[in-house]
């Protein structure tokens, strides 16, 4: 009996695996759906839009809407991708050091500090831009890329202090004492060993940073709106309510814009993961 129970139990793990992936592969398909859709009508040709039903692939495809993003939204693109690698370096240069000194320098209040760091996080973001927007202009930075860069920070840093520091809290305090004994300060000590040894944290808050800019909406439209130098948010925006028939275009605008978030995002995912799990398990 017990060799028979043995060999059903293989049998019964790999049928339970088989319905876990299908469910899985279902639930997959259905989340990406919309995504498809979107790649399916930005190659759609405008007659063909309104199909009942709708072709499920594009069988008379057109690059006109594509064509009409290299005409009008490069621009855009090229002011998110400013705004957000400047977004990414900013965040990194104030978090980096903060983390490191609540997690390895203990300053008194760091228990504090660190809630408040949690509750900056539940602020609604219209609520910031409405104060970001009295600031900037008594400031003159209204409409301005650097005005953005710094507004977009504030909903990073808080995340990017608390990666780093559970991920330097990791970080065997045997190496600090040995940066020590060697006539290091706690400068040059976090710039030659703790940050250089945190680089899946520092991957994980610059992806993450990128793409709270990238995808920045309530921010552009209240400090950069109507400016020069507008977010393909804004772009995307204004381009559905110029030519609101036009949804290859609108829909090709879409898949470009998502485009350098998915990329950065496959290349980090090694990095990603390892930074956000971080401090989750300890000795």
């Known amino acids: 009996m017990t060799t028979i129970a043995t060999a059903h139990r293989p049998r019964r793990a790999r049928r339970t695996t088989w319905w876990k992936t299908a469910t899985g592969l279902v639930l997959t398909a259905i989340m990406l759906f919309p995504v498809y859709w979107m790649l399916n009508v930005s190659f759609t040709r405008d007659q063909d839009m309104r199909k009942s039903p709708p072709d499920l692939f594009p069988t008379h495809g057109t690059l006109a ?15 998110s991708l400013v705004i957000g690698l400047g977004t990414v370096v900013l965040t990194v240069a104030l978090a980096a050091p903060a983390g490191y000194a609540l997690a390895k320098l203990r300053p008194r209040g ?21 104060g970001f927007y009295a600031i900037y202009l008594s400031l003159g930075l209204l409409q301005s890329v650097p005005g953005l860069i710094v507004a977009d920070s504030t909903l990073a840093v808080p995340f990017a202090v608390l990666i780093f520091t559970a991920f330097m809290s990791g970080i065997p305090n045997e190496l600090l004492q040995a940066a020590k004994t060697d006539g290091a300060g706690p400068l040059r000590t976090f710039w030659s060993i703790v940050l250089p040894m945190s680089r899946n944290a520092v991957v994980t808050v610059s992806l993450f940073a990128f793409l709270w800019s990238w995808s920045d909406f309530v921010f552009a439209s209240t400090l950069a709106g109507g400016g020069a130098h507008e977010p393909i948010t804004l772009g995307i925006y204004h381009y559905i309510g110029n030519n609101n028939q036009e ?23 090694r990095y990603v993961a390892a930074g956000v799990s971080a401090g989750a398990v300890k000795d």
């Open 65 to 79: 809407g594509y064509r009409a993003v290299l005409n009008d939204q490069l621009p855009y693109l090229g002011t």
């Open 110 to 130: 760091g228990g504090a500090l660190s809630f408040l760091f949690l509750v900056a996080q539940m602020i609604p973001g219209i609520i910031m831009a409405m």
């Open 247 to 269: 949804w290859n275009a609108i829909m090709a605008t879409a898949v470009v814009a998502s485009l350098p978030a998915a990329v950065i995002l496959v290349l980090a995912q």
